[in-house]
C-alpha cells in the first residue's frame, strides 16, 4: 500500500485550496503560496497544467488517493453510462473512507481512513478494513462498539464544521449511518470548486 508522506495542509498550500473548509488550515493565515523555496513563483496555467490542478484537487480531497486508484475509478467511469464526470464523483463517494467522512465519525478523510485501517469500522454489522471498499446503496455503516467512546469520533460527530449531506442518514447517537443513493455533483458538500470535466480532458488528451 502506498503511503502518503507529505503533510495534509502541505496539499492545501500546494493547491492553493482550503480542500476541506477546516479552521486549522495555513491558508487562513495567510499563507496562500505553494510551500518551499520557490513557493511564490506562480505563473499563468496552461490548459494541460489546469486539468492537472483539477485531477490533484479532487485526489487530494479524497485523502491524496493513488494515482493507480485514482485511474481505476476513472477508467470504470467511463465505461458507466451517463456522464463520466459525474459517474467519477459517484464512485469516489462510494469508498468506504469517503462515506466515513460524510457520516463525521472523522474529522478529515485521512482520519477515516485509518478508522478503517484499524477495524473500528462495519459494513452491514461486518467488520471491513479496506477504505477503497464500494459502499452500495442501502447500506449500513456503523462504528464498532468498543469504539464508540474514541475521543476522535465523538469530536467529529459534534463538530459544526460541516454538515451530513442528504444522500446519507446518520445516528449518532447509535454510531451508524445508512448510504441512501449515489450522489450527482451538487449533491457533494465540496468546500472548494471542483471541477472533474477538467480531469475527464486530462484523461482524454
Not at 460527530?157 to 444522500?167: F, H, L, N, T
Request: aromatic residues 8%; hydrophobic residues 35%.
Amino acid at each position: 500500500m502506498s503511503k502518503r508522506i507529505e503533510a495534509k495542509y502541505k496539499i492545501n498550500r500546494r493547491l492553493g485550496a482550503n480542500l476541506w473548509g477546516r479552521s486549522k488550515s495555513p491558508l487562513n493565515r495567510g499563507k496562500e503560496n505553494p510551500p518551499g523555496q520557490h513557493g511564490q513563483r506562480r505563473k499563468k496555467p496552461s490548459d494541460f497544467g489546469t486539468q492537472l490542478m483539477a485531477k490533484q484537487k479532487l485526489k487530494g480531497y479524497y485523502g491524496n488517493i493513488s494515482e493507480k486508484q485514482f485511474r481505476r475509478l476513472y477508467d470504470e467511469a467511463v465505461r458507466r453510462r451517463g456522464d463520466t464526470s459525474e459517474n467519477l464523483i459517484g464512485l469516489l463517494e462510494c469508498r468506504l473512507d469517503a462515506v466515513v467522512y460524510r457520516l463525521k465519525f472523522a474529522p478529515t478523510p485521512f482520519a477515516a481512513r485509518q478508522l478503517v485501517n484499524h477495524c473500528h469500522i462495519l459494513v452491514n454489522g461486518k467488520r471491513v478494513n479496506i477504505p477503497s471498499y464500494r459502499v452500495n446503496e442501502g447500506d449500513v455503516v456503523s462504528v464498532k462498539t468498543k469504539s464508540k467512546d474514541m475521543a476522535l469520533i465523538l469530536e467529529a460527530a459534534q463538530s459544526g464544521e460541516r454538515d451530513i449531506p442528504d444522500y446519507l442518514e446518520v445516528d449518532h447517537k447509535e454510531m451508524k449511518g445508512k448510504f441512501i443513493r449515489i450522489p450527482k455533483l451538487g449533491d457533494v458538500p465540496y468546500a472548494v470548486q471542483m471541477e472533474p470535466n477538467l480531469v475527464v480532458e486530462f484523461y482524454s488528451r
